[in-house]
């Protein structure tokens, strides 16, 4: 097995973070575009590219409530989005320990 | 998605080329890590913090109650002392669920709510509702202001909390609320100014249990990842 086996939409740091803070929330659950940019310390801009790369291949979905300044945006990891992570984490597992 | 746009937004948005797997791995790891932390609702240090707290209100409680006979109960100073405390954990336990729920929404976040709300309730109404039930039909001072209040609230609030646990499938949530319900039955028949003690040892026993147990699941679950 080599890197190029591993998920690219999640192989980059970025969205390997977003996607690990995402799958330490409870099931179900939901975090603010604020929160989760605080917490990984990126860009708006950064952001957003990276959640819409991560919406594209269905592993994530947003909801924005509101209108304005009022508007909440709300991010959440889909079950899809859970399964690629755990195989990508298998892939790296495997991968480490054949290295 | 947010309406606003960075100049920068290409730059860093890329990509993996030339992650590493072992770097990605150390980023999984950290990231997992520091994210269970900041949403983790009962932080180790906390728990035990507040255990060792309640162990030294009701240690006083007992040591102004210890050979009285017959039992008057606390001195007022005491008792401003364990409210003072249970005031603190309540607070320190508010901060930390509002920083960990910060920004989470969903079925989770009103569960923990309804939750407690339950607790808060059998909290409030469980011993004052009894007390006043036996002061009503004469019970000594030594039920109405010693054994009631020190076995009741861990009786009613353990059972509470068992109930919650036990519907979450959380093991170490319930041991501890076991533990603390074991401690109430105890300090039931142990005398009025031992049930303080058995109670302050009993809730020490269950959060420093209840810390522990957590942080190892913890441990556990992120090995596993």
New interface residues.
């Given amino acids: 097995m080599t890197?190029d086996s591993?998920d690219?939409v999640i192989?980059?740091?970025?969205r390997?973070?977003i996607v690990?803070?995402l799958?330490?929330?409870?099931?179900?659950?939901?975090?603010?575009?604020?929160?989760?940019q605080d917490?990984l310390d990126l860009?708006?801009?950064?952001l957003?590219?990276?959640?819409?790369k991560l919406e594209d291949a269905g592993y994530l979905e947003?909801e924005?409530t509101g209108n304005g300044r009022a508007?909440r945006?709300?991010i959440?990891l889909t079950g899809h989005g859970r399964a690629a992570l755990d195989t990508y984490?298998d892939a790296?597992?495997d991968?480490?320990g054949g290295? | 998605m947010q309406g606003t746009q960075d100049v920068d937004q290409t730059t860093g948005a890329g990509d993996g080329d030339g992650l590493d797997p072992r770097e990605a791995a150390r980023l999984l790891a950290h990231t997992e890590r520091e994210a269970q932390r900041q949403f983790n609702l009962s932080p180790v240090w906390i728990t035990v913090l507040m255990g060792a707290v309640l162990f030294v209100a009701y240690g006083a409680l007992w040591l102004s109650t210890r050979g009285q006979h017959p039992y008057s109960g606390p001195r007022l100073g005491v008792v401003g002392l364990v409210y003072a405390a249970v005031a603190v954990a309540i607070a320190a336990s508010v901060k930390v669920y509002r920083r960990a729920t910060a920004g989470v929404s969903g079925p989770s976040v009103r569960r923990q709510q309804v939750e407690g709300v339950a607790i808060l309730v059998s909290f409030v109404l469980g011993s004052p509702v009894l007390q006043g039930a036996m002061k009503h039909y004469h019970a000594s001072d030594a039920i109405v202001y010693g054994v009631i209040p020190a076995a009741a609230p861990l009786i009613i609030v353990g059972t509470t909390v068992l109930g919650i646990a036990a519907s979450k499938g959380d093991r170490a949530q319930f041991g501890a609320a076991l533990v603390v319900v074991i401690a109430g039955v105890v300090a039931a028949f142990v005398g009025p100014s031992g049930a303080w003690l058995a109670a302050g040892i009993g809730l020490f026993i269950a959060m420093a249990g209840y810390a522990a147990a957590d942080g190892r699941q913890r441990r556990r679950a992120s090995l596993r990842a």
Avoid: K, Y
Wanted: aromatic share 2%; proline share 9%.
């Fill in positions: 890197a591993l690219p192989h980059a740091p970025a390997l973070r690990a803070t799958a330490a929330l409870p099931d179900g659950a939901s975090l603010s575009f604020t929160r989760l917490m860009t708006p801009g950064n957003i590219t990276h959640l819409r947003s924005t508007s945006t709300s959440a984490t790296l597992r991968l480490l290295l």
